[in-house]
């Protein structure tokens, strides 16, 4: 009989962790019964539609949200630590031109140019204040290191940033080179903040294991970035949208998703795996969408009218409705982003969470080291002799 050494303390849970608690926060949580989560005490919803982005990075770093003074002061911190090292842009393009598969790979790379730059050291060495300088430091960057990488791939220079703008005006300029109007700036900053932090998801918890170990702040933010590239958590927004190309028209969408769903294929942007009511985040998208409105917005709202039918026919008793990624995708192309830089920009806001989870977890010396459970030849097996 096997020895089982971790059989006194081994405790089987769900695959995947799924509703496993395995720590307390303060930072938020999402209640996917009512449809509803928040960040700290707030709504995260009516915080979109209340405040500024950096008045909600505030909130999630400081633990408050700022009065005037102190938003002004956190802005203009903010604002000036978008600029990078000058080693970090001279390595860009070289990093760009090996990173074919976008941005978001080269910001896997570009984080740790920048954590080495600016002398991050781990967070089991320095004090709170220091972290949490570090987490700053790395969150202005990141729209700067995506927008420079984007646009070297594209054979273009890159724009360098302006202290005069918010995050979201700024993120935006950078990208395309030009000023953006109020409207477009102000749904992009909506989406941001709606983004920012959402549970337990897998890049948070990716940050957080990292962090557990008293690594960097860059180590944390940039295993967070190789979790959110994954196609079933941060890649979903364009595979929404590339959804409602497949279409193409009205007349085909009943025919194309009975098609897909009888043949058991996920339909990108619908369903979640904690929601089991609408999507907060996909009713707030779709509202500004429809300020935008047009034969875009049209066809998603028909689509998402015809899929939830279909899905309720087809599936009774599941709830499933469009997640943030459907009109998320729609917004951002509204707002003239291109698809390559849909997932990126969902970084640009969650890179603010994951900075407040390891910020949070820093907090606690326990590293994180699960048990799995072995499932193969029974050993021992003698070593066969070499032939």
């Known amino acids: 009989m096997p020895i089982n050494r971790t059989a006194s303390t081994s405790v089987g849970v769900p695959r995947g962790l799924a509703g496993v608690v395995v720590t307390d926060t303060s930072l938020g949580d999402v209640r996917g019964l009512e449809g509803f989560y928040h960040y700290r005490q707030y709504s995260a919803v009516e915080l979109a539609q209340t405040r500024g982005f950096e008045d909600v990075w505030h909130l999630m770093v400081h633990g408050e949200l700022p009065d005037a003074e102190q938003r002004a002061a956190f802005t203009a911190r903010t604002a000036a630590?978008?600029?990078?090292?000058?080693?970090?842009?001279?390595?860009?393009?070289?990093?760009?031109?090996?990173?074919?598969?976008?941005?978001?790979?080269?910001?896997?790379?570009?984080?740790?140019?920048?954590?080495?730059?600016?002398?991050?050291?781990?967070?089991?060495?320095?004090?709170?204040?220091?972290?949490?300088?570090?987490?700053?430091?790395?969150?202005?960057?990141?729209?700067?290191?995506?927008?420079?990488?984007?646009?070297?791939?594209?054979?273009?220079?890159?724009?360098?940033?302006?202290?005069?703008?918010?995050?979201?005006?700024?993120?935006?300029?950078?990208l395309t080179g030009s000023e953006p109007d109020a409207a477009r700036t102000r749904a992009i900053e909506q989406y941001l903040i709606s983004t920012i932090d959402h549970g337990f998801n897998a890049s948070t918890f990716t940050a957080r294991v990292i962090t557990s170990t008293g690594a960097d702040v860059a180590a944390a933010l940039v295993g967070a970035v190789g979790a959110l590239s994954g196609p079933l958590h941060g890649g979903a927004p364009s595979r929404a949208l590339d959804t409602l190309d497949a279409i193409g028209t009205p007349e085909r969408i009943n025919s194309w998703i009975r098609e897909r769903v009888l043949a058991g294929d996920r339909i990108m942007g619908f369903g979640h795996p904690v929601y089991r009511t609408e999507d907060p985040r996909s009713r707030m998208l779709r509202g500004i969408a429809e300020q935008f409105g047009g034969p875009l917005v049209d066809f998603a709202v028909e689509v998402e009218r015809h899929v939830e039918a279909i899905l309720a026919e087809l599936k009774p008793g599941r709830e499933l409705h469009t997640n943030v990624e459907f009109y998320a995708g729609v917004v951002m192309e509204l707002c003239g982003l291109p698809r390559e830089m849909f997932t990126p920009t969902f970084a640009a806001a969650r890179v603010v969470g994951w900075s407040a989870n390891i910020l949070e977890q820093a907090e606690d010396p326990k590293i994180i080291r699960p048990a799995a459970r072995y499932v193969g030849p029974v050993p021992p097996v003698a070593v066969p002799l070499m032939v």
């Open 81 to 174: 630590l978008r600029r990078l090292p000058d080693e970090v842009s001279a390595t860009l393009p070289a990093v760009a031109a090996a990173g074919r598969s976008g941005p978001l790979a080269g910001l896997r790379t570009a984080l740790s140019l920048l954590g080495a730059a600016k002398g991050f050291r781990p967070v089991y060495d320095i004090d709170p204040e220091q972290r949490r300088a570090d987490t700053i430091t790395a969150s202005a960057a990141v729209p700067t290191l995506l927008t420079a990488l984007y646009r070297l791939g594209q054979g273009l220079d890159p724009v360098e940033p302006r202290e005069d703008l918010s995050y979201a005006a700024n993120y935006l300029y950078m």
